[in-house]
């Protein structure tokens, strides 16, 4: 029976899960919290909070010490006044220009002041400068006398050679350089003292010589030379006004900047003598000028020779250099410290982007030999005074040698084949003598090193066959190049003529595969390096 207003809520139906049935799946929740409800994950996740709140204290605690210390660094410098005084750097972070520092230099600023508006007696001029005048006579000294020279870098070598100049008689004397004098300037620097560490090196040679030569006029650029700048930094005597300069000196120790001016003066007819490497060079007798391409066992050198043939100039420029050949004992470039190349980016380690890093052992005379010897090539080409540079001429002479006998050598190895070999013509210049034995060879064999009594040879015997062909500029020929060429001695050049070129033998099986390989190596350099010739 029905009962009338009443409702019934429907009954639950309970179902039991059978083995065939699928279950439900788990939740991301549901996993969640059966993960946080796991032991191991629960002391995990203390000990990663507790390592988050430890780091974060310590650098917290770190970033406030460091606060402190740099409050307290501010703190310790005084404010500006009379005594203490504030420059600007320069744009390299150097010191600028700073003021006469002391009653000596006042007295030696005001009396050159006076000195070079004409208020100093030239009777007195002629007797400090009675040695020079006596020894070049009345008309060369004259010539001196009235002399504009620019010295670009002012460290050991610039520095002697400025004040060599300026104690012989030049008059004008213009000076480039960024650098500021340094304690470790002092073991070769020719003029700065303990007392100028800090100050531009340009400022530091003016000064200091003034109080030597007051009469000599200075202009100087507290800068980097740069290319863009040329024409003001090379420029003629009082802003373009006056004389154009007698001579640039490269005192330069950056290559790039080195090969930049350089290959400037040479294109635009400016006479400039370069200094090598004075650097791991201990033997004074040693030093000689000579033509650019005449340079040897220098890397300094090397380099310079390479880049500037990459731009077209193979000769034509005058360098003081050493033939002081490295060896067991000597010193060597200071290799950079291991825990600055792991560093990374070891470039940002020098003073200025592409310049040198390492430190250069250099021991404070040998500077002072090139600059000297550069200032006495100076003095000499100016007044004309006889002087002779024999480097340049003793390589000439042996770059004729040994093209002499590479040309008798191709001759007697087509006689050899095809009999009638007279008026032979090999497409090899005295130029390429010089370009392989210095620049790819280093000037020295390939076999055993020795820098004597050298020439060039085939390193292998041709394909075809040593032939004779007629129509290189009309003559009687072979197929040579250069590449092909190896530097040794004589005595080794004959024993591979004997039993390589002529007796079948290959090279490996004579010299060994280093050997081989070495050469393979100074080839591949010749491949790369001639594209640019």
């Given at each position: 029976?029905?009962?009338?207003?009443?409702?019934?809520?429907?009954?639950?139906?309970?179902?039991?899960?059978?083995?065939?049935?699928?279950?439900?799946?788990?939740?991301?929740?549901?996993?969640?919290?059966?993960?946080?409800?796991?032991?191991?994950?629960?002391?995990?996740?203390?000990?990663?909070?507790?390592?988050?709140?430890?780091?974060?204290?310590?650098?917290?605690?770190?970033?406030?010490?460091?606060?402190?210390?740099?409050?307290?660094?501010?703190?310790?410098?005084?404010?500006?006044?009379?005594?203490?005084?504030?420059?600007?750097?320069?744009?390299?972070?150097?010191?600028?220009?700073?003021?006469?520092?002391?009653?000596?230099?006042?007295?030696?600023?005001?009396?050159?002041?006076?000195?070079?508006?004409?208020?100093?007696?030239?009777?007195?001029?002629?007797?400090?400068?009675?040695?020079?005048?006596?020894?070049?006579?009345?008309?060369?000294?004259?010539?001196?006398?009235?002399?504009?020279?620019?010295?670009?870098?002012?460290?050991?070598?610039?520095?002697?050679?400025?004040?060599?100049?300026?104690?012989?008689?030049?008059?004008?004397?213009?000076?480039?350089?960024?650098?500021?004098?340094?304690?470790?300037?002092?073991?070769?620097?020719?003029?700065?003292?303990?007392?100028?560490?800090?100050?531009?090196?340009?400022?530091?040679?003016?000064?200091?010589?003034?109080?030597?030569?007051?009469?000599?006029?200075w202009e100087y650029f507290n800068e980097v030379w740069k290319q863009d700048q040329a024409e003001k930094l090379l420029g003629s005597w009082n802003k373009g006004q006056g004389r154009k300069p007698d001579y640039v000196v490269d005192a330069i120790d950056n290559i790039h900047s080195k090969?930049?001016?350089?290959?400037?003066?040479?294109?635009?007819?400016?006479?400039?003598?370069?200094?090598?490497?004075?650097?791991?060079?201990?033997?004074?007798?040693?030093?000689?000028?000579?033509?650019?391409?005449?340079?040897?066992?220098?890397?300094?050198?090397?380099?310079?020779?390479?880049?500037?043939?990459?731009?077209?100039?193979?000769?034509?420029?005058?360098?003081?250099?050493?033939?002081?050949?490295?060896?067991?004992?000597?010193?060597?470039?200071?290799?950079?410290?291991?825990?600055?190349?792991?560093?990374?980016?070891?470039?940002?380690?020098?003073?200025?982007?592409?310049?040198?890093?390492?430190?250069?052992?250099?021991?404070?005379?040998?500077?002072?030999?090139?600059?000297?010897?550069?200032?006495?090539?100076?003095?000499?080409?100016?007044?004309?005074?006889?002087?002779?540079?024999?480097?340049?001429?003793?390589?000439?002479?042996?770059?004729?040698?040994?093209?002499?006998?590479?040309?008798?050598?191709?001759?007697?190895?087509?006689?050899?084949?095809?009999?009638?070999?007279?008026?032979?013509?090999?497409?090899?210049?005295?130029?390429?003598?010089?370009?392989?034995?210095?620049?790819?060879?280093?000037?020295?064999?390939?076999?055993?090193?020795?820098?004597?009594?050298?020439?060039?040879?085939?390193?292998?015997?041709?394909?075809?066959?040593?032939?004779?062909?007629?129509?290189?500029?009309?003559?009687?020929?072979?197929?040579?190049?250069?590449?092909?060429?190896?530097?040794?001695?004589?005595?080794?050049?004959?024993?591979?003529?004997?039993?390589?070129?002529?007796?079948?033998?290959?090279?490996?099986?004579?010299?060994?595969?280093?050997?081989?390989?070495?050469?393979?190596?100074?080839?591949?350099?010749?491949?790369?390096?001639?594209?640019?010739?």
């Amino acid at each position: 029976m029905q009962r009338s207003g009443i409702l019934r809520r429907p009954r639950k139906q309970v179902r039991f899960a059978t083995s065939s049935e699928p279950e439900a799946p788990e939740t991301m929740a549901s996993w969640i919290d059966r993960q946080f409800s796991n032991h191991n994950v629960q002391l995990a996740a203390v000990a990663l909070l507790s390592g988050a709140a430890v780091a974060g204290t310590i650098y917290g605690t770190q970033a406030i010490r460091r606060k402190e210390r740099v409050d307290e660094l501010k703190a310790s410098i005084s404010e500006l006044n009379e005594s203490d005084h504030a420059q600007m750097l320069t744009e390299f972070g150097g010191a600028a220009l700073p003021p006469n520092t002391g009653k000596e230099d006042e007295r030696a600023a005001a009396l050159a002041r006076r000195a070079q508006q004409g208020d100093y007696d030239e009777d007195l001029i002629a007797e400090q400068l009675t040695r020079t005048a006596s020894f070049l006579g009345p008309d060369r000294f004259t010539l001196l006398r009235d002399s504009f020279v620019i010295v670009v870098g002012l460290g050991g070598v610039g520095s002697h050679c400025t004040s060599a100049l300026a104690r012989s008689g030049v008059s004008r004397i213009r000076l480039i350089d960024f650098d500021q004098v340094t304690l470790s300037s002092l073991n070769r620097h020719a003029v700065a003292m303990l007392a100028d560490v800090g100050i531009p090196k340009v400022e530091c040679v003016r000064r200091r010589l003034q109080a030597v030569v007051p009469w000599v006029k200075w202009e100087y650029f507290n800068e980097v030379w740069k290319q863009d700048q040329a024409e003001k930094l090379l420029g003629s005597w009082n802003k373009g006004q006056g004389r154009k300069p007698d001579y640039v000196v490269d005192a330069i120790d950056n290559i790039h900047s080195k090969v930049a001016l350089l290959q400037y003066c040479h294109e635009n007819g400016i006479k400039v003598v370069s200094s090598m490497g004075a650097g791991c060079k201990s033997d004074p007798t040693r030093v000689q000028v000579g033509d650019i391409s005449a340079s040897v066992e220098d890397p300094l050198s090397r380099v310079t020779r390479r880049k500037l043939r990459a731009a077209g100039i193979s000769e034509g420029i005058p360098v003081v250099f050493s033939t002081e050949k490295p060896g067991p004992g000597k010193a060597e470039l200071l290799p950079l410290p291991e825990e600055e190349s792991q560093k990374g980016k070891v470039n940002e380690l020098s003073i200025l982007p592409d310049f040198r890093a390492r430190i250069l052992p250099v021991l404070g005379t040998m500077p002072a030999v090139f600059g000297y010897t550069i200032a006495n090539f100076i003095v000499c080409e100016i007044t004309g005074y006889p002087h002779e540079n024999g480097a340049g001429k003793l390589r000439e002479k042996m770059y004729e040698n040994i093209l002499s006998t590479l040309q008798g050598m191709e001759e007697r190895l087509a006689r050899r084949e095809v009999g009638d070999a007279f008026g032979l013509k090999i497409p090899v210049t005295k130029d390429d003598i010089g370009y392989l034995v210095e620049e790819v060879y280093r000037g020295k064999s390939i076999i055993s090193g020795l820098p004597t009594r050298l020439t060039l040879v085939r390193w292998k015997a041709p394909d075809g066959g040593f032939k004779i062909e007629e129509n290189w500029e009309g003559q009687k020929s072979v197929r040579l190049s250069l590449n092909e060429l190896v530097c040794m001695t004589k005595e080794e050049a004959a024993m591979h003529e004997k039993e390589i070129l002529k007796g079948g033998k290959t090279p490996e099986s004579v010299y060994g595969e280093d050997v081989a390989r070495l050469v393979e190596r100074r080839r591949e350099e010749e491949r790369h390096y001639h594209q640019y010739r």
